[in-house]
T-cell receptor, first 116, second 112 residues
Framework: EAGVAQSPRYKIIEKRQSVAFWCNPI?????LYWYQQILGQGPKLLIQ????????DSQLPKDRFSAERLKGVDSTLKIQPAKLEDSAVYLC??????????????FGAGSRLTVL | GESVGLHLPTLSVQEGDNSIINCAYS??????FIWYKQESGKGPQFIID?????DKRQGQRVTVLLNKTVKHLSLQIAATQPGDSAVYFC???????????FGKGTTLSVSS
């Protein structure tokens, strides 16, 4: 089966500009996640969707970050205006059922953002 | 807040050796623990998971051990190969289906 698709792979912008990332999860996966991974750290959850509804956005900086999943399939994550500290890899993941029943996430390759 | 962390940031081994990567967690209410491997320029890749009612699970060349008494999780890789070089993360999850919480990661370097 096809994996989680993300684009663009790389983006360089100046601070205060805006940027958008796109994610297409594995077909049929109802749950979609956006994670932020700063260099040298583990991924940190930004937002979780179940179909087109938000399950958890408690760690999303809502003054500058927004995300949507209007039709319950593709999702976009937007940053406006960007700050230097937003430089990171933005990972999209969708959920499968693991062999022990865990919430095993399948990740895309990520979108690397550099803010100058 | 509660989080999952790893004991050592780096681990260097020789090809063919066994590797042990450790993780300490703080949330005793977590139901599942999962190991991910992340190679440079790629997203994390699932390795193996274990439920909180288990002590040990084995996969292909990998074994995960869970010690709930001391809140410790480990990943053992047998006959480590150069292709195993990557950053390894442990993550926790609860039965309610909330998102994974990741630790900081251990970089495994395998020399031949």
């Amino acid at each position: 089966e096809a994996g989680v698709a993300q684009s663009p792979r790389y983006k360089i912008i100046e601070k205060r500009q805006s940027v958008a990332f796109w994610c297409n999860p594995i077909s049929g996966h109802a749950t979609l996640y956006w994670y932020q991974q700063i260099l040298g750290q583990g991924p940190k959850l930004l937002i979780q969707f179940q179909n087109n509804g938000v399950v958890d956005d408690s760690q999303l900086p809502k003054d500058r970050f927004s995300a949507e999943r209007l039709k319950g399939v593709d999702s976009t994550l937007k940053i406006q205006p960007a700050k230097l500290e937003d430089s990171a890899v933005y990972l999209c993941a969708s959920r499968v059922a693991g062999s022990s029943g865990a919430n095993v996430l399948t990740f895309g390759a990520g979108s690397r953002l550099t803010v100058l | 807040g509660e989080s999952v962390g790893l004991h050592l940031p780096t681990l260097s081994v020789q090809e063919g050796d066994n590797s042990i990567i450790n993780c300490a967690y703080s949330n005793s209410a977590s139901d599942y623990f999962i190991w991910y491997k992340q190679e440079s320029g790629k997203g994390p890749q699932f390795i193996i998971d274990i439920r909180s009612n288990m002590d040990k699970r084995q996969g292909q060349r990998v074994t995960v051990l869970l010690n709930k008494t001391v809140k410790h999780l480990s990943l053992q890789i047998a006959a480590t190969q150069p292709g195993d070089s990557a950053v390894y993360f442990c993550a926790e999850s609860n039965q309610a289906g909330t998102a994974l919480i990741f630790g900081k990661g251990t970089t495994l370097s395998v020399s031949s």
